[in-house]
């Protein structure tokens, strides 16, 4: 069992950045797949970043690129997504999901949900 709090978000003005943290309590962190995904009022939830579980590899959708990056932490158990440049489309409660051993880019993959942050950009 994993539980999943998500912290850092807030308002910001178009083009600043934030630093989203998802801390994880639980044990085998490591061997988690760590995602990130958002949801828009009025829209579907959808992928923003995916940390792979084994060899680090990553995966961000086309709307972030350049612009997000996911990171974590095994020892403190956290999984970061560094903001920059943000748009107002940005503009989304952000969650922080889990899945062992996992690989998906759906919501449906994931086990595990934290309560979600809310992100506000202004224009």
């Known amino acids: 069992q994993v539980q999943l709090v998500e912290s850092g978000g807030g308002l910001v003005q178009a083009g600043d950045s934030l630093r989203l943290s998802c801390a994880a309590s639980g044990r085998a962190f490591s061997s988690y797949t760590m995602g990130w995904f958002r949801q828009a009022p009025g829209k579907n939830r959808e992928i923003v970043a995916r940390l792979i579980w084994s060899g680090g590899i990553t995966y961000y959708a086309d709307s972030v690129k350049g612009r997000f990056t996911i990171s974590r932490d095994n020892a403190k158990n956290t999984v970061y997504l560094q903001m920059n440049n943000l748009k107002p489309e940005d503009t989304a409660v952000y969650y922080c999901?889990?899945?062992?051993?996992?690989?998906?880019?759906?919501?449906?993959?994931?086990?595990?949900w934290g309560q979600g942050t809310q992100v506000t950009v202004s224009s």
């Open positions: 999901a889990a899945v062992p051993y996992g690989g998906g880019r759906s919501a449906y993959d994931y086990n595990y």
